[in-house]
């Protein structure tokens, strides 16, 4: 059996007296999507950081892609694409130049960069659009644009921060075709939402309270052992102990 791409072992971080995210110990396999959810100050935000290596832990242990999260955090950043919210492309530049861009910042090369924005823009069907403004586009072309460009250097993880906010349904069922295509490609997804619809279509799903790991594992046994229908009931029950927000 292959070694996980994320392996945490009581990984904590502390601001001064605060514990934002405490002993976090789990295990994802390579083309799994895993869903990480929380609340509002559960500590998502600091343990995504940790895992990218944007954040020294305090204590505790993890590997990232078979990296070190203390001493190979460079090496973490290479294997890896990020998508945030407010996603990450320039506005003020045009389609192609933005998976240009990109492209060049991952460090493919002149002939990997052309074969791959030509595919990029023929699977997104943005091949007309490949000249106009990113900011001309509309939300959903955007996200879909930003996704595929966090994945264009086949990352082993990719890490998703909500990135389906702002969007209407049928958008987002979409954009999860594209987080569906990356798994089969191999590629990890680690991602956090608050729609909880969306939680269903993750392989696993740990859910935080309080900077803790409350629960791990399949929507499906997560629904029967809380004894309810909708990932949004377990959520609902294990949020109610939650005793801070940001």
């Not at 343990?47 to 990218?52: E, H, S």
């Not at 945030?84 to 192609?96: G, W």
């Not at 403004?133 to 994945?151: I, M, T």
Request: glycine letters at 8%; charged letters at 25%.
């Amino acid at each position: 059996m292959s070694a996980p791409v994320i392996y945490t072992n009581k990984l904590t971080k502390r601001f001064g007296d605060f514990v934002a995210a405490k002993e976090l110990s789990f295990e994802v396999p390579a083309g799994e999507i895993f869903g990480f959810l929380g609340a509002n100050g559960a500590g998502k935000t600091t343990a995504m950081r940790m895992l990218c290596g944007l954040s020294v832990p305090s204590s505790g242990e993890a590997t990232v892609a078979g990296f070190d999260i203390y001493h190979e955090r460079e090496k973490i950043k290479r294997n890896i694409g990020y998508m945030s919210q407010k996603f990450s492309l320039y506005e003020d530049l045009t389609v192609f130049e933005n998976i240009k861009f990109y492209a060049g910042i991952y460090g493919l090369t002149n002939t990997q960069i052309k074969e791959k924005s030509q595919a990029l823009l023929h699977q997104l069907d943005l091949e007309k659009e490949s000249g106009h403004l990113v900011s001309s586009l509309p939300l959903g072309w955007r996200q879909k644009l930003s996704f595929s460009v966090a994945v264009i250097h086949e990352p082993r993880i990719v890490f998703l921060d909500e990135p389906t906010g702002g969007v209407d349904p049928v958008t987002r069922r979409q954009f999860w075709d594209l987080i569906y295509d990356a798994a089969n490609k191999g590629i990890t997804v680690f991602v956090t939402t608050h729609y909880m619809d969306e939680a269903e279509y993750c392989d696993r799903i740990s859910i935080m309270v309080d900077g803790v790991i409350e629960a791990l594992d399949s929507p499906s046994n997560l629904k029967t052992k809380y004894g309810v229908d909708s990932m949004d009931e377990v959520f609902r029950q294990l949020a109610r102990s939650a005793k801070r927000s940001e």
